[in-house]
């Protein structure tokens, strides 16, 4: 699976729109991008994923390149309670690899 | 519909002691993982099974066995546990890979060794 890089961390207004950055430059035309967050020691909670197409669903909107080398997640209008961890990962969906191998994500902090 | 369930939620060892994690699923997914995470780190894979009766090692599998008789049951063991031991362990499951919906994990088990 394509390595990612993503900030440690970044802050954000309540009630403003919260777009976390990920870089996947080496993935491959086969692998999605997925997005994980993990909020206080929970288990992670699955958020969205796509291949190359903008993505959007109830919790989020997934924005990714043309080129497909970065993405975007954005939260649009966070509240206190998106302050979690986030991890972007990108694989290669229902190949028979089924390993998810997460990174050390970005501390989004949701400021009152 | 209970999703992923882990027990004990926390748990003290003693070096050498072992012990069984325990993980339920009742979401009839073929898929089951285990994870642990240590202080500030992301999740490392220990082992994984894509269906009854098969297994297999992720990235840290030393010190650890899994096995894997139902489709709902995924139990971790340690055998002796080692202070490196101690972690925050995460089962997770999932359908068909998680290509369509995700993984759903388990709330956790926090693990010392002393």
């Known amino acids: 699976d394509a390595k990612t890089t993503q900030p440690p961390s970044m802050d954000c207004a309540e009630g403003r729109a919260a777009n976390l950055p990920c870089n996947h430059s080496t993935i491959s035309g086969n692998e999605y991008v997925y997005w994980y967050r993990q909020i206080h020691s929970q288990g992670p909670q699955y958020i969205i994923h796509?291949?190359?197409n903008n993505e959007t669903n109830e919790m989020a909107s997934l924005i990714i390149t043309e080129d497909r080398k970065s993405s975007t997640l954005i939260l649009p209008h966070a509240t206190l309670r998106d302050t979690a961890v986030y991890y972007c990962?990108?694989?290669?969906?229902?190949?028979?690899?089924?390993?998810?191998?997460f990174g050390t994500g970005t501390r989004l902090t949701i400021i009152p | 519909n209970a999703g992923v369930t882990q027990t004990p939620k926390f748990r003290i060892l003693k070096i050498g002691q072992s012990m069984t994690l325990q993980c339920t699923q009742d979401?009839?997914?073929?898929?089951m993982y285990w994870y642990r995470q240590d202080p500030g780190m992301g999740l490392k894979l220990i082992y994984y099974?894509?269906?009854?009766?098969?297994?297999d090692k992720g990235e840290v599998p030393n010190g650890y066995n899994v096995s894997r008789s139902t489709t709902e049951d995924f139990p971790l063991r340690l055998e002796l546990a080692a202070p490196s031991q101690t972690s925050v362990y995460f089962c997770a499951s999932s359908n068909r890979g998680g290509g369509d919906y995700g993984y759903t994990f388990g709330s956790g088990t926090r693990l010392t060794v002393v």
């Open positions: 979401m009839n997914h073929n898929y």
């Open positions: 099974s894509v269906g009854a009766g098969i297994t």
């Open positions: 796509g291949l190359k």
């Open positions: 990962i990108v694989r290669v969906a229902n190949s028979g690899n089924e390993k998810l191998t």
